[in-house]
Each structure stands twice: as C-alpha cells, then as structure tokens.
C-alpha cells in the first residue's frame, strides 16, 4: 500500500505513547471529503511496524475523536486491530459525514480547524468553502446555514429595534428566523450582527477617471449600521444647487436622496454574501457608481426588473428590513430609482453580468449633461453658458488654444477661461470622445493635443 486520498499512514514513538498530533485533522480531512483509512503502525514508506498495545492506542483515539472534534464523528469511524506481516496495526475507517464540515473543536469553523483531503495530504479550507461545504450538507440557503461565528453580540439591531419601540430577546430573534433548528445562530443573525465580516468600500475620487484618490473608507459591522454610516457618508457629499427663477428659489441636490437609499438598499440585500469580497462605491465628480457581489438571482433578468418584478436573494434579511420600515415593499427600488430622474437627460444606468450588480446615477447638477448621457449632441438643443461664454465658444476657444501652445492641461483651461475644475474636465473630455483632442498621460498629470 501506499498513502493516498483515502489512505494514510502514523507511525507510534514507542517511547511515547502519546498519537501524532496531526491525527485529528486528518479523521477530519477523511470525513469532509470522501472517506478513508488511517492505519496506525505503518511508517510513511509503508513498512509495517505495529503497535506494542493496540487497546491503549484505540482508547487513546476513541478518546482524541469525542474530546476534538465537532460534530460527533464517532458514528462514522470504526476502529479495530488488524494483523499484518505478522504485526499488530489499528485501522480507523472513516465514512464520509452527514453533517460536514466536522472540525477541531478549539479551533472552531475557521480554516484553521476545517480541513480536506488533497492527493495524500490534508489542507485547510479556506471559509468560502467552508460556507459551501454548510449550505451543501444542509441544504439550506445562505441565510439559513449555521454560522462559523456563534459568539455574537446585536447592539446595533437592539438600538434600531428599540428606537421603533420594539422588543429583543430570544423570542424576537426566533420570530426574525435568527436561530436554526439546532437553536444556534445562522447567517442572517451573522449579517445583523456586530461581528458581521462583510463590509462596504466608499472610495471618493478627484474629477471623473478615478486616477486621483480624495478619501477612502471600510465601514463594518452590523449591516443596519453600515447602512447608516454609509448613507450620512454619501449625504455628506451630495451637494445643493440652487437655482433663481424671479424672486423664487429652487434648491436641488447632485443626486436624488431617494435614489442614494434605494441603490445602498440594493447593495444590502440583493448581494451575495457567500464571496468574502466587500461592496464597492465609487464616488466621482459627475457620478456614482455601486457595485454588488452576485448579479441577478437566477431565472431574472433586467427587462424584467424593469417590469417591476422582483426575486429576493436574501428574503429573511429582505423581511427584517421590511419590519424595521426600512424598505416599504417589494420590487419597487428600481421604479424609485428611475421616478426621481425623470426630466433629467442623465437616466439612472442598471448592468448585470455574472457575478456582479452595477446601479450609475448621475450627478444633476452638472452643467454638461450631454456628457452623462454617453452621447455627444446629434440635434440642435437650447444653448448654456458657462461663465457667461456658450458652450460651442468654449469649446472653439479651447481648440485655438490646444493649436497656439501645442498642448494644454485642464489647469490650462481654468485660468484662461475661468471656469471650475469639473467643467474644464468635462469640456475637454468631450473635445476628446469627438475626436478634436487627444489626451496624453504624463503620471498623475494630462495634457491634451490637437
């Protein structure tokens, strides 16, 4: 025989009777991937050797299996003695388990303490497949799989409960579907919890081409609490523009309030929390830009949101946003997203691909729209001035300077022309998606030519 997936080999120090220490993880790599046998008195090139006692050796890991391992692995393993070349050997004959993944109990569901078998080795899992190996033994969802952390604390849920004048305690949690059969914490209690491992990425950018980093931020914790902490970081950035008409004045923010809460809502509860990767929001000049793990649930598709349909990926953590009134139905976020943009040039953009989720809004207040649209002007559309100078005459002014120096640079365009940091960006970038300049990098700096 020699080692392999199914077979292993531990040779006993006679002078000490004590089992290899690496005894547990491979009973547990057995058990998590298809089964085995792990022969003691046999060395690593397959020599027999035997053990001088085969009934302490079977004591000592009847008593390694109950003491170390979590779930209970011993329905699964028969332990008996086996004669060989005339020695006596222990074989433990490991099935595979029915409530996978079994791990060392001082280690816990972490990589450190769950591992597989590879070729005629063990190795850990890392936690994506730890999660897999739950939701595929139990058949359950994300939501309703045991969670790899059960030392769990919800301050952060019994302040959102408590400001709404409701309860929590056990009966809640249980009501809110927080405990699984076996009464200990699942998934949904990890993501409403403080020691919740996901998080979301705010990255705030210079101008509109995310080469220049202004600030970045990780929030954690709870999910209410990063939906919090989130939206007051995005209101804080989402200007006012106000306008005159007469004596009448018109306040308007660069984006719809209603539009930032339904896109971070969407980044909540429709992503897929079995990756590890963090939600990631781009803030810049002109836009903002969500992205969320999972894409589109199976069998749905964007036409179909479009229509007001609705799948929920996560429908337990969907229904305690609901209870909390932090959503008021179901398959209206889209809807809300685009009613607050009518009238404006700059719809809202959806994209779906395998894996991943991108809602676009755009900044209103932006004197350019034409540029957010994603097309140059193909009909006559009323003129606007920029400093009192039209749109055409800047851009006319800003070719014969191009010609005059030979280059330019956005610094170029601000002073010449008096014109904001934003607007000399976009002018300049639509000169270049019309093919009238082209725009040389010089490390974090560009210039443009004709």
């Not at 120090?13 to 790599?29: H, M, V």
């Not at 397959?46 to 009934?55: F, K």
């Not at 280059?407 to 940091?421: E, Y």
Request: proline share 4%; aromatic share 8%; with cysteine.
């Amino acid at each position: 025989m020699i080692e392999s997936v199914n077979v292993e080999f531990k040779e006993l120090d006679r002078d000490n009777r004590e089992l290899p220490s690496s005894t547990a993880k491979e009973l547990i790599a057995f058990a998590n991937t298809e089964g085995g046998n792990l022969y003691f008195g046999i060395a690593y090139d397959g020599s027999v050797i035997g053990v001088d006692n085969p009934d302490d050796v079977m004591g000592r890991l009847t008593n390694l299996i109950h003491d170390s391992i979590l779930p209970d692995l011993m329905p699964f393993i028969q332990i008996r003695p086996l004669k060989m070349e005339g020695k006596t050997v222990v074989k433990a004959t490991v099935s595979i388990g029915t409530e996978r993944p079994y791990y060392l109990k001082k280690e816990g569901l972490r990589p450190s303490g769950v591992y597989v078998r590879r070729g005629s080795a063990c190795f850990p899992l890392n936690e994506v497949g730890i999660r897999e190996m739950i939701m595929e033994t139990s058949g359950k969802s994300y939501e309703e799989s045991r969670s790899q952390i059960q030392n769990l604390t919800f301050n952060s849920l019994r302040n959102e409960m408590k400001s709404r004048s409701m309860n929590f305690g056990q009966a809640q949690m249980r009501t809110l579907k927080m405990l699984g059969d076996d009464n200990l914490f699942n998934n949904l209690a990890l993501l409403l919890s403080d020691q919740c491992p996901h998080t979301i990425k705010v990255a705030v950018f210079q101008g509109n081409d995310g080469s220049i980093f202004r600030a970045r931020r990780e929030f954690s914790g709870s999910v209410l609490k990063q939906l919090k902490e989130v939206y007051e970081y995005i209101d804080g950035r989402n200007e006012i523009k106000a306008t005159f008409t007469g004596l009448l004045r018109t306040d308007q923010r660069d984006y719809p309030e209603v539009a930032v809460r339904e896109a971070l809502l969407n980044c909540i509860i429709h992503r897929d929390y079995l990756p590890s990767g963090s939600t990631i929001i781009n803030i810049y000049n002109d836009h903002i830009e969500f992205l969320t793990l999972g894409g589109l649930v199976s069998g749905l598709t964007l036409d179909a949101v479009f229509l007001g349909m609705s799948d929920w990926r996560n429908p337990n953590l969907a229904s305690v946003f609901l209870r909390l009134g932090l959503v008021e139905g179901f398959g209206t976020g889209v809807r809300k997203i685009l009613d607050s943009y009518k009238g404006f040039s700059c719809s809202p953009k959806f994209q779906a691909v395998g894996g991943a989720f991108k809602v676009t809004l755009f900044n209103r207040n932006e004197t350019i729209d034409d540029y957010y649209s994603g097309n140059l002007i193909s009909e006559p559309r009323p003129q606007y001035a920029v400093n009192n100078v039209p749109r055409d005459e800047l851009a006319d002014s800003i070719l014969r300077l191009a010609k005059e120096q030979g280059t330019i640079t956005r610094k170029d365009v601000q002073d010449k022309f008096n014109v904001g940091s934003t607007k000399a960006f976009l002018c300049l970038k639509i000169l270049c998606d019309s093919g009238k300049l082209r725009q040389q990098k010089m490390g974090k700096q560009s210039r443009y030519l004709i």
